[in-house]
């Protein structure tokens, strides 16, 4: 009897050991000081897809998630930052997909792990709008240009914003669109016109971020 008791005992003490460890691993983050390339008082903007600290939770490669730290994604470098110890540092583990959570009840997810395609690379950063078997991204991406100033012959540089919408088919394909109806089925690849007359009978016309988004999750019923 007193050697079963001695066998629970150890059970108990190995299970507590790996729940501590896995919670150590769940915020198991590494990180490097973040040096943005373009930081300079005289730019006008920030490199920032929100410029606060927002609660978050990040998704790693290898299973484990962190969500402790406070994120900001820098989208001129493309590169995920945290905060420990009010220390700004940028993750290094590999990510697959992290969400923002900010106060105002909106939820933000990112993801990246798609085949290469232009200049972004299997590493880039894409919002995903609409999830699914076939998903909707964006690329909100940050650019240093140069601005005349009026009547003077400097110049002043600024971050400018683009965004870039892509379908992202199985298989991790990235295919980039336009805000438009012909592009946007030429992408999508319906075969048998039942989505062309989804858009006709609700008219939709792909020409906003909205329509979009209910045209690919009506995509992904129909198909």
Not at 98 to 103: H, I, K, N, R, S
Request: hydrophobic residues 40%.
């Amino acid at each position: 009897m007193k050697r079963f008791y001695f066998f629970a005992s150890l059970l108990l003490l190995a299970f507590d050991g790996f729940a501590q460890n896995q919670q150590i691993l769940r915020d198991d983050l590494s990180g490097n000081v973040y040096k943005n390339g373009g930081s300079n008082s005289n730019i006008v903007g920030s490199p920032f897809f929100m410029d606060e600290w927002t609660p978050g939770v990040i998704y790693l490669k290898d299973g484990s998630k962190a969500d402790k730290f406070q994120l900001k994604l820098d989208i001129f470098s493309n590169e995920l930052l945290f905060l420990h110890q009010n220390k700004t540092l940028a993750v290094v583990n590999p990510v697959k997909e992290f969400v923002l959570t900010p106060a105002t009840g909106m939820r933000y997810l990112f993801r990246c792990g798609f085949l290469a395609v232009e200049r972004n690379t299997d590493a880039t950063f894409y919002q995903v709008l609409q999830d699914g078997a076939t998903a909707l991204l964006k690329l909100n991406k940050k650019s240093l240009v140069d601005v005349a100033e009026y009547n003077k012959a400097s110049t002043t540089k600024e971050y400018s914003l683009t965004e870039t919408y892509y379908i992202s088919k199985p298989g991790g394909y990235a295919i980039k669109i336009k805000k438009d109806r012909a592009s946007f089925l030429e992408a999508i690849g319906d075969t048998t016109g039942k989505l062309k007359e989804w858009l006709d009978k609700n008219k939709n016309r792909c020409k906003t971020e909205e329509e979009l988004m209910a045209a690919v999750e009506a995509f992904n019923n129909l198909y």
